[in-house]
């Protein structure tokens, strides 16, 4: 089976074409980045329009790459949310398009359940097939979702962020500290070079029984260790802070995933997908947590981490195979309509 799968929902456009699920025949990726950082974090109309402005070129780029016809294709996965609004209408309108003119099934995906499906494409077949029930993360720019994942359409959330997202407070933190944006990457960058040991950090969460993530404490707690600084702070201090906020910020992650482990002993896996997961401090950490224990823990190929529309086709190819063509003809949904995807199965 042949999808092709679109991607609006934040700061990069996507369109991938996908055979059976798992064999990506293309991948285009448009990101936005350059066009925020004057910002410091993305603007929701200026990506709207990047979007307008990328995703004709981009689908025609994915189609070519492939070296299959729009008639070839058996339906077209689009992210419904979440995300902002008006970068997701110009995926889901240009998907309800092709569609239409096309007279192909439009299949609605659930970004954040697709991420997970994302780093499965990086694991060999005989993996990706044997993982199942897994514990994944999605840990990204505006996630930090832990879900109990029982087979390939079936996204129990166990765990969500109370406040901001493990990535948003990289980012914030990046910005406070006068890093360049996203922050995450840098702060990685500048965190090799610290010490993690040399500034206390708070652990937040800890205590609670509950499984929640929260981040606004830490960054509130970097923003006033910041504002007692005499400006600027010395490099090596900047380093130092770097490694112990991002070990805190990691380490947070990696207690809950331990607890979780252990209410939920039949997971074969630990799956970690989202931008985040491109942090190698952050693999390593979580292998040696979880080897010891037997668990092998997998983060998807880099390509995979951050938004791509290759995650996008994927599930929309398990909700194909599972539901049937004539599940999905009909286009009267929008947007707005995403929200019980959080709490149910796609
Ligand atoms: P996403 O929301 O999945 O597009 O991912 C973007 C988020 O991933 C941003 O918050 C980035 O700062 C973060 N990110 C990207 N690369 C890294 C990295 N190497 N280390 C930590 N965070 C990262
Ligand atoms: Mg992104």
Known sequence: MLIIGIESSCDETAVAVLRDGRQVLSSKISSQIARHAPFGGVVPEIAAREHLNAIQPLFDAALSESGIKIGDLDAIAVTQ?????????VGVSFAKGLAVANNKPLIPVDHVHAHIHGALL??????????????ALVVSGGHTN????????????????????????????GKL??????????????????????????????RK?????????????????????TQPIPEQ??????????????????RKLDIARTQHPQIRGIVVAG?????????EMAQATFAPRKIECHFPDLAYCSDNAAMIAALGWHMLKERGAGAFLDLAWDVYARYPFETHAT
């Not at 390939?152 to 109370?162: R, S, V």
């Not at 890093?179 to 800890?206: C, F, N, Q, S, T």
């Not at 931008?275 to 693999?283: I, L």
């Open 177 to 206: 500290l006068g890093l360049p944006y996203p922050g995450g990457p840098w702060i990685e960058k500048r965190a090799a070079h610290g010490d993690p040991d040399a500034i206390p950090m708070p652990r937040m969460v800890e």
């Open 146 to 173: 832990m879900y109990l994942v029982e087979s390939p359409l079936k996204f129990k959330l166990i765990a969500h962020t109370a406040d901001d997202a493990c990535g948003e407070c990289l980012d914030k933190v």
């Open 275 to 283: 931008g985040v997961a491109a942090n190698k401090k952050f693999r």
């Open 237 to 254: 201090m900047v380093n130092d802070m770097c490694a112990a906020f991002q070990r805190e910020a990691f380490n947070q992650i990696i």
């Open 122 to 135: 990086g694991l060999s077949d005989s993996v990706a097939e044997s993982i199942l029930p897994c514990l």
């Open 81 to 89: 949310g979440p995300g902002l609004v008006g970068a997701l209408l």
């Open 209 to 229: 029984s509950r499984m929640e993530f929260s981040y606004s404490g830490l960054k509130t707690h970097m923003a006033q260790m910041i504002a007692r600084q």
